[in-house]
């Protein structure tokens, strides 16, 4: 299992930002490509973003696009979400989880989960 550790979130007013992190425990984040989901009160887990091994190809979800971006320092060891323009439909515990690639956005794949990192988006 690839053990992973969300960091970075908080409260946020309406329009505000947060970056949150994902950091490899363990392992090298390098060679895997990194997920970011979320799962929102009463909501069903959903996938938002997803970076590729080498960084170059990056997906949004169309509910992020535009004012999520997703980054990856393969020399630290981590990957960042950008999270700007946050609104209170973006309230939601935040997952990272590492996969071989990007293009499978099911949640349900991945056998566990580490505790996520809290955003709450309230004036």
């Known amino acids: 299992q690839l053990h992973v550790v969300e960091s970075g979130g908080g409260l946020v007013q309406p329009g505000g930002s947060l970056r949150l992190s994902c950091a490899a425990s363990?392992?090298?984040?390098?060679?895997?490509?990194i997920y970011w989901f979320r799962q929102a009160p009463g909501k069903e887990r959903e996938g938002i973003s997803c970076?590729?091994?080498?960084?170059?190809?990056?997906n949004y979800a169309d509910s992020v696009k535009g004012r999520f971006t997703i980054s990856r320092d393969n020399a630290k060891n981590t990957v960042t979400l950008q999270m700007n323009d946050l609104n209170a439909d973006d309230t939601a515990v935040y997952y990272c989880?590492?996969?071989?690639?990007?293009?499978?956005?099911?949640?349900?794949?991945?056998?566990?989960w580490g505790q996520g990192t809290q955003v709450t988006v309230s004036s």
């Open positions: 989880h590492a996969d071989l690639y990007c293009g499978n956005w099911d949640p349900r794949r991945f056998g566990s």
């Open positions: 363990g392992f090298t984040l390098d060679g895997y490509a």
């Open positions: 970076i590729n091994s080498s960084g170059r190809s990056k």
